[in-house]
């Protein structure tokens, strides 16, 4: 089963097209260390306003779906669920229904309360990979949940409910005395250990569904997690990476499959534990993205864990964002153009406690 992962658009990528997205990013992180200067969008050549209503102009299509425009048009169960998240935070429930339509009628699987990870409009079969993508499907119950409380609607509260139920019967596992979360239904389990990605441990989803269902239900979960975060320190830095492997109650190493990197997307990682009002968990980020603006250079857009590698490139827009939310510093001013970026500038605005 094909392993979802946020890598896949950068790792075919030649290393021209490569520096060519790094210029909206070394003018992002300008921006976010010197007093949220305004950055400017490098294929338009015009500012943005960073507002859900100029990321939806740009990435919501008119039937409801959220286009990855640096995966070539491809959709995600993710990307919906940030769609969802995004348009409830801005009360747009016109947007929030067409997403959430077309994400039932394109995604959701008929055998389990989960969505497909993957739509590829140019494909015979859009959703050929029927895996699902956890973090995906727990920030899409997370908003079905909020958005049915205020706009009085029992059916996406009913299919919240399914969504939840479904992720902690199926998507969450117990070995090594550990509740592990699984990055999704399979792929993740073998002989040799449990593949997880520490930036799918979405704290406020999390917490949101330990208020609704009981602590219970979902506080072993979170305990673990939180555990797992805290053991996933690796490198002289002593950062999470991408995608790492679990063997024992306390051993975890870099996932052998995948680059050992702090990168694409373990910039979650910070972000999230920010929103879920856990920035203990990214201590050691927040001190070597310090170190790295206090020696006067951008932060690399990634860091091999193992060999201490940087990249030559800086964080994008989105990755300084996620830095100026942790460090409490300005955040780029304007939406950058790709998709990825954009949400996670999206996600880093977000309100705590949501």
């Known amino acids: 089963m094909t392993r979802h992962t946020r890598t896949e658009p950068f790792a075919a990528l030649p290393a021209l097209d490569r520096r060519k997205f790094t210029l909206g990013a070394m003018l992002a992180l300008t921006a976010a260390c010197n007093g949220g200067a305004q950055s400017r969008d490098p294929a338009r050549g015009t500012s943005r306003m960073l507002t859900w209503t100029a990321y939806r102009d740009t990435y919501l299509m008119a039937d409801g779906r959220i286009i990855d425009t640096g995966n070539k048009g491809v959709s995600h169960s993710e990307g919906q669920s940030y769609g969802l998240i995004f348009a409830y935070n801005a009360n747009d429930r016109d947007s929030f229904e067409r997403i959430a339509r077309w994400t039932q009628e394109q995604l959701s699987r008929k055998d389990i309360a989960l969505h497909c990870w993957r739509y590829d409009p140019a494909a015979a079969d859009p959703v050929a990979d029927k895996n699902n993508a956890t973090d995906g499907d727990l920030v899409i119950a997370w908003a079905l949940h909020l958005a049915g409380k205020r706009w009085n609607r029992p059916d996406y509260i009913a299919r919240a409910a399914e969504i939840r139920a479904a992720i902690r019967s199926h998507c969450v596992i117990e070995r090594y005395g550990r509740h592990l979360l699984l990055p999704g239904l399979e792929g993740f389990v073998t002989g040799g250990g449990v593949t997880l990605n520490p930036s799918y441990f979405v704290w406020p989803a999390l917490d949101a569904f330990a208020r609704i269902d009981g602590a219970g239900v979902w506080g072993p979960v979170i305990d673990d997690c939180a555990q797992l975060l805290g053991l996933a320190r690796f490198g002289a830095r002593h950062l999470p990476c991408d995608w790492m492997t679990i063997s024992g ?103 705590t406690g949501l």
Do not use: H, M
């Open 249 to 351: 109650p306390a051993q975890l190493a870099p996932a052998s499959d995948k680059p050992p990197r702090f990168g694409y997307d373990a910039i979650r990682v910070p972000l999230y534990a920010a929103l879920g009002n856990r920035k203990v968990l990214a201590a050691d980020i927040a001190a070597y993205w310090r170190a790295c603006l206090a020696g006067g250079r951008p932060i690399p857009a990634w860091v091999d864990v193992v060999t201490g590698e940087e990249a030559n490139y800086a964080l994008s827009n989105g990755g300084a964002a996620v830095a100026g939310l942790l460090l409490g510093t300005a955040q780029p001013a304007a939406l950058d153009n790709d998709y990825y970026a954009a949400s996670l500038q999206l996600l880093a605005k977000l309100p």
